[in-house]
């Protein structure tokens, strides 16, 4: 006779041996793999950053100190060298100097980026410090800031494109459908050069390959353009890793605005990176010369050291007096981190910071937000040109995984939320002729208000589906 409530079919004793099991399979089970992986993914970016600066890049963690594991990495920079306030050199050098117990030899001055920005290579340190971080701790000290000041020196941050989940937020997906996303927009007529509007994309470089592809056709030949030292080569055999990130963000902006002359400019070569002085010295070129840009596309940051703003990229604000200017506008991704920290150059007050939703209008999962973040676009499942071949997953769920493309992909981040406000902005100017930031606010006025359990009370701009 079966007690009650067990199963006439199964002894007792039975019963009590398989809840037993069960009791030891759950404590056996192993641990999601997901735990581990956004630590791991870091570990891997951080490689490829490495091997790309052939190991010229150390990391620092959120304690201010070195870390001992990638996963840690709060930020990534530049060995040895230093970005120093132009006014502030001749002191600094003075008080280095005046430590020869502490330092060997002189502060070496190796370029200036951009106006009142000086990048130094610094003196070797006597004691174990680390010769970036520990100076900067011993040069806080030695030079207190007023409140809300900024440091006299700070570090040659590394800018780029990814990590950690930076942008883009997901490695490169076979598309669903031929169709792009966003749809190209109708072409209202060819525009002379000199009347086009003109936007930079400051990136990993043009795939030539996709302009005029029947592939990608609303990439017109003539229209997106690069210099030879800015065309990206790819092995069709074995995409490496950000490739067509440049080409990508073009076929956006392209699709919103036809007939927008676009330049894509190799700076972010590296493994998706470049040095905060060298990114800086690209864009003080841009706007120094006589075709200078109209609006300028960053899908790429960094985070800092004590989330203080990069000093190349303030005293690059300063000196050009971004913050009062109509005609250059800069654009920039927010991140990916899933972070209210601020995400630079995006941080700043002149800079249009975008953030990403998803087709249902709330704010992706691996979006920053803020207040330092201004506007929403969709940047979950874009899809636009990429070159064609084979590519071989290197982030954990799907390392060793093989995609196939043939001329489209599917990704996110707001990497791709970016370019759509760029899009949206460049489209306003040719309709009605204004400049950039007059099209920004006319953009931004025409944003539909919305709550987010993240992000707050948001504005989102462009098309969700």
Sequence with gaps: MSKPGSSSSSPGWLSSIVDQWRHRLRRWRPKPQRVEEPRERLRVQTEIIRRAFDGAVSSAGADGGLTRDDADTAYLFRPDHLLVRADSIDAVADYLASRPDTYQGELERVAQPTEGLVLTRL?????????????????????????????????????????PRMCPATEPEEPKSRRPWPPPATRAGRVPRSGQVRVAVVDTGLWTDAVGSPHSPWLTVGDVVADPSDVETVDSSAIHAYAGHGT?????????????????????????????????????????????????????????????????????????????????????????????KPFWPAAFDWVVSVGSVDPDAGVSDFSNVGPWVDVYARGRDVVNAFPKGTYTCYEPPHVGEVRTFDGLARWSGTSFSTPVVTGLIAARMRETGQSAREAWRDVLAGATAASDPRGGAIRIVGPLT
């Excluded at 040095?275 to 006589?290: K, M």
């Excluded at 596309?297 to 009062?324: C, Q, V, Y």
């Design 123 to 163: 003196p070797v340190r006597r004691d174990h410090g680390d010769p970036v971080l520990s100076t900067l701790d011993d040069l806080d000290r030695a030079f207190p800031r007023d409140a809300g000041g900024s440091p006299v020196a700070s570090p040659d941050h590394i800018v780029y494109v990814t990590y």
């Design 248 to 340: 990508f963000v073009a076929g956006v902006i392209s699709c919103l605005a036809p007939g927008t002359r676009i330049e894509v400019e190799g700076v972010l070569v590296h493994g998706g990176a470049v040095y905060e002085s060298e990114i800086v010295q690209q864009l003080q070129e841009a706007i120094d010369d006589d075709d200078r840009p109209q609006v300028i596309s960053i899908s790429a940051g960094t985070h800092t050291r004590g989330d203080f703003a990069p000093l190349g990229f303030e005293l690059l604000g300063e000196s050009n007096k971004l913050g009062a200017r109509e005609d250059v506008l800069i654009v920039a991704a927010a991140g990916n981190d899933a972070s209210d």
